[in-house]
């Protein structure tokens, strides 16, 4: 009797796992959605070079991560991030977006310092109408994609990572 009881509570065990696995999205996983290009407003950082950015750009492979200037995550990802940018080449779209509520309680001049701040080489953009948070389902910061050159999300992760698997999984999708 002990032995099956042993035996449901461990299969409970895993299957509750598991699903909070996937539910908060602790592993990579891929859903093969398409989202359409939004364009965004560039933060004014030394890194980057125009306005607006649209994202993600038709025909190449995107690499995004949502991040927020209060996450100690986020700012523990970027060396993580920096390796993994200087990996790819000038055919990957790579970029950071935050969706914190800029004019609130922190500012683009904010949010430029701390890419300055942290090495940040890649483009930053803003996420003022949520709308590429909206349209990946995202929830929480950091939170990374990869979409393929047809604008399919080939790869989600939410939380930390490496260089490694970031590049990998840009390489996955044709970048």
């Known amino acids: 009797m002990r032995r099956r009881d042993l035996l449901v509570g461990a299969g409970s065990l895993a299957a509750l796992g598991g699903g909070a696995a996937v539910a908060f999205d602790v592993v990579g996983s891929t859903d093969e959605s398409t989202i359409g290009a939004v364009d965004l407003d560039v933060i004014s950082a030394p890194e980057s070079e125009a306005d607006t950015v649209t994202v993600p750009e038709p025909g190449r492979v995107t690499f995004l991560e949502l991040f927020a200037t209060w996450c100690n995550v986020c700012e523990s990802m970027m060396p993580e991030l920096a390796a993994a940018?200087?990996?790819?080449?000038?055919?990957?779209?790579?970029?950071?977006?935050?969706?914190?509520?800029?004019?609130?309680?922190?500012?683009?001049?904010?949010?430029?310092?701390?890419?300055?701040?942290?090495?940040?080489?890649?483009?930053?953009?803003?996420d003022r109408d949520l709308e590429v948070t909206q349209a990946l389902d995202a929830s929480g910061v950091p939170y990374s994609f990869v979409l393929d050159a047809r604008n399919r999300v080939v790869w989600r992760?939410?939380?930390?990572?490496?260089?490694?698997?970031?590049a990998a999984e840009i390489r996955a999708a044709g970048g």
């Open 85 to 126: 940018h200087d990996s790819t080449d000038g055919d990957v779209q790579f970029l950071s977006v935050t969706n914190e509520p800029l004019g609130n309680t922190v500012t683009r001049e904010d949010v430029a310092a701390w890419w300055h701040e942290n090495g940040g080489t890649w483009t930053v953009a803003a």
């Open 157 to 166: 992760h939410r939380g930390r990572t490496d260089a490694d698997e970031i």
